[in-house]
């Protein structure tokens, strides 16, 4: 089952189960979404639940707040994450702050979904990776999902949450296809938000990652795991509140640490992940330093050679592990 796919399955479902949810952004009804994420929602549901907006993030972000605050519960879609920034205050100030300003009484369910991150060829204003910054944001929930069963599983649980979460998916992962098990076919099917998943054991190295460079993790493992280093790689799923239990588990058992993902470094997901390690009692079992492999600290090229340089790719973790294991 493709993300692609998986999405689509987990808005049916919701939108089937709960009468107050609705879908709401740019070209989601009638030409089935800008990467076909709600095809056919359109025609079952109808206008009153898949809503096409003016390109106007400000406005319908706003309105789509307004709705949560009033008691629906909206599915705010972005073309990219990097049209947010248009409504940015209406995610932080309006969404994030609510509940807590309110003393609890006003709650705000609402997800906001949208590819995040690096795509291909488009560009800086394009191509950056927002999980660092609504990360930062107490008020929030900050998901973001690697495979068609995390897709699924943390749209559903997003949506059923009541406070604002914020779905960060990856426009190059929607066509990807991925092994789905039954019980994640089912329409009572979850992911708790808040919890990392082990998606390799290993004993020599701790990779920590999200969205699409888990594959990449999986895929150095594999290769180093030829020549006798064995990778233990964890899929954090969540990025607010972070799983750090998880992996303080794995340091503990690994003693090494590397963290990788496509944003920028500074005040990065890795660099959260390298502070509460080192703040934590894990600390005293790591014998090397943590590694840290990120995106490039520039705004993103344009052309193909350089981009590629750009992204973490396989051979930078595979690097970045020897480095770590002084290998």
Not at 32 to 42: E, N, V
Not at 144 to 167: C, F, H, Q, T, Y
């Amino acid at each position: 089952v493709t993300v692609r796919d998986a999405l689509n399955q987990a808005l049916d479902e919701e939108l089937e189960r709960d009468e107050r949810v609705f879908l709401l952004g740019e070209e989601v009804a009638q030409y089935d979404g800008a990467y076909k994420i709600s095809r056919g929602l359109w025609k079952k549901y109808g206008d009153k639940r898949v809503i096409d907006t003016p390109i106007s993030e400000m406005g319908f972000t706003g309105i789509a707040v307004g709705a949560a605050m009033a008691g629906l519960r909206p599915v705010c879609e972005f073309m990219t994450f990097n049209f947010s920034m248009q409504a940015i205050d209406q995610v932080i100030n309006s969404a994030a702050k609510t509940c807590y300003m309110s003393a609890g009484s006003i709650a705000v369910p609402i997800v906001f979904r949208g590819p995040n991150g690096a795509s291909a060829g488009v560009g800086a204003q394009h191509s950056q990776c927002f999980a660092a910054w609504y990360g930062h944001c107490p008020g929030l929930k900050v998901v973001s999902p690697w495979s068609s069963e995390d897709a699924k599983g943390l749209l559903k649980a997003s949506i059923r949450d009541d406070n604002p979460v914020v779905m960060l998916e990856n426009e190059l992962l929607y066509g990807v296809p991925f092994e789905m098990s039954e019980q994640a076919q089912s329409k009572d099917f979850i992911v708790p938000i808040g919890k990392a998943k082990i998606e390799r054991q290993g004993t020599h190295v701790t990779l920590v990652s999200h969205s699409r460079p888990v594959g990449h993790c999986l895929e150095a493992a594999a290769v180093l795991a030829k020549e006798g280093v064995e990778c233990e790689v964890i899929n954090l799923r969540t990025i607010r509140p972070m799983d750090i239990e998880t992996v303080e588990a794995s340091v503990v058992k690994t003693n090494h640490l590397v963290t990788v993902e496509g944003g920028w470094p500074q005040f990065g997901v890795g660099a959260e992940i390298c502070a509460r390690i080192m703040e934590g009692s894990a600390f005293n079992y790591l014998d090397a330093p943590a590694v840290r492999v990120t995106g490039a600290d520039v705004p993103m090229p344009y052309a193909k050679i350089l981009e590629d340089n750009c992204i973490p790719q396989v051979k930078d973790i595979i690097f970045a592990v020897k480095k770590a294991l002084n290998v």
